[in-house]
T-cell receptor, first 113, second 112 residues
Framework: GEEVAQTPKHLVRGEGQKAKLYCAPI?????VFWYQQVLKNEFKFLIS????????ETGMPKERFSAKCLPNSPCSLEIQATKLEDSAVYFC???????????FGSGTRLTVV | ELKVEQNPLFLSMQEGKNYTIYCNYS?????LYWYRQDPGKSLESLFV?????AVKQEGRLMASLDTKARLSTLHITAAVHDLSATYFC????????????FGGGTRLMVKP
């Protein structure tokens, strides 16, 4: 498809519960990125993939966050033992070639209560 | 660590007026992107600027990049209400495509 599909749109978790978010990149796009948007405007880079390989993971809080992009499956971002401060909108983006920029999905709003 | 600063953070303007949003960044980069975000929505790609002196225009918006000054501008000509949104610039800090660092956004309100 021609859009980056993120599911679910909304996710509510109690503190300490696991959250798993999914992202299907545009077909043919080999780069996938995850960003966290907090406080309405601030974007934080989490991790990027080139195909199924981690490209850059410098933004990942490694103790609770993990991500995968496996062949023939949506990419996923998993948060173990969620905390209140994990509440944010998580955006996935994909790119065919970096000269064309990035296409963002519509985001998953995670609320931790 | 790369810092990307936008100003102003908030801009209220009348329809028909012109204004410029500024994006300054703190490290060498040749790749800068502008996005628009409507409330509760995703990011819409506006411009991809990939070299010093790059200038792109789409409708009432024009973006430019000066890599020596580490500055990009987004110029709005004869603003209309439909341009009301939050605008973000984002910089590729390594010119490697592995990540983007975003500015804090400029919230634009265009009043009739």
């Amino acid at each position: 498809g021609e859009e980056v599909a993120q599911t679910p749109k909304h996710l509510v978790r109690g503190e300490g519960q696991k959250a798993k978010l999914y992202c299907a990149p545009i077909k043919g796009h080999s780069y996938v990125f995850w960003y966290q948007q907090v406080l309405k405007n601030e974007f934080k880079f989490l991790i990027s993939f080139q195909n199924e390989n981690v490209f850059d993971e410098t933004g990942m809080p490694k103790e609770r966050f993990s991500a995968k992009c496996l062949p023939n499956s949506p990419c996923s971002l998993e948060i173990q033992a969620t905390k209140l401060e994990d509440s944010a909108v998580y955006f996935c983006a994909s790119s065919q070639s970096l000269v064309y920029g990035y296409t963002f999905g519509s985001g998953t709003r995670l609320t931790v209560v | 660590e790369l810092k990307v600063e936008q100003n102003p953070l908030f801009l209220s303007m009348q329809e028909g007026k012109n204004y410029t949003i500024y994006c300054n960044y703190s490290t060498t980069s040749d790749r800068l992107y502008w996005y628009r975000q409507d409330p509760g929505k995703s990011l819409e790609s506006l411009f991809v600027l990939l070299s010093n002196g790059a200038v792109k225009q789409e409708g009432r918006l024009m973006a430019s990049l000066d890599t020596k000054a580490r500055l990009s501008t987004l110029h709005i000509t004869a603003a209309v209400h439909d341009l009301s949104a939050t605008y973000f610039c984002a910089v590729d800090p390594n010119n490697a495509g592995n990540m983007l660092t975003f500015g804090g956004g400029t919230r634009l309100m265009v009043k009739p």
